[in-house]
């Protein structure tokens, strides 16, 4: 039997502010809005790509809002994660890299949390962090190559939008692969496939 994380509650204290800022600007996908009654309200929000959602509204959590600190979302190229962000408006932190281990949870300026991107561009070695309106505190990691046994799921889309993202980034590797081969690829479609499932599961991509 499988056991997944489906939802995880983040304490806001301004529903509406908190769904705009997460669907409208850092692009989190609005799955589900119910008043149920007076006093009790649902939002359910999945950022790209993600097999776990987000929740928030009036009576969900007694956590104290802004209370949710160093939520991972998972990326495949930090800067370019960064700047996606930064052109919705969200204020992300400059990319780092750990001095030691745990270093990511340091403030910055630590001695354990130096600037810049892993300077190896090591998987899981380079870090950024951003806010909601209320505190609560996301860290974007960079994973391009999964650890050992670690579990893989076949790749899924939460909506058109974001399957027609994944193609065009697809499409634009594989004008690259064909750069470098200086030929046509008649089997673009198997290419396109295996680029899109390492690009969910955080492996190695294609060249």
């Known amino acids: 039997m499988d056991w997944k994380l489906e ?10 502010r908190a769904k705009a800022f997460y669907v409208e600007q850092v692009g989190f996908v609005a799955d589900h809005d119910q008043v149920v009654h007076e006093g009790l309200r649902f939002v359910q929000l999945t950022p790209p790509g993600s097999g776990c959602s ?36 969200v204020e992300v932190g400059d990319a780092f890299h750990e001095g030691s281990i745990g270093g990511r949870f340091h403030r910055p ?16 070695g380079s870090f950024a962090t ?4 209320d505190g609560n505190g996301w860290l974007l990691q960079e994973i391009t190559t999964r650890l050992p046994n670690r579990v893989e799921s076949a790749a899924s889309y939460p909506s058109v939008r974001e399957l027609a993202d994944a193609l065009r980034r697809a499409e634009s590797a594989h004008g690259q692969h064909e750069k470098r081969t200086g030929e046509a690829d008649p089997n673009w479609p198997e290419w396109y496939a295996a680029y899109m499932l ?7 991509l294609p060249v």
């Open 109 to 124: 300026g630590s001695a354990d949390r130096l600037a810049g991107a892993s300077p190896d561009g090591r998987s899981y």
């Open 130 to 133: 951003f806010s909601d309106p």
């Open 54 to 89: 987000i929740q928030f509204g009036t009576d969900v959590t007694s956590a104290a809002p802004g209370s949710a600190q160093d939520l991972y979302l998972v990326v495949s190229d930090i800067e370019s994660a960064r700047r996606d962000l930064l052109a919705r408006g």
């Open 198 to 204: 390492a690009e969910q599961a955080g492996t190695e």
């Open 7 to 16: 939802l995880v509650a983040i304490p806001v204290s301004d529903v509406d």
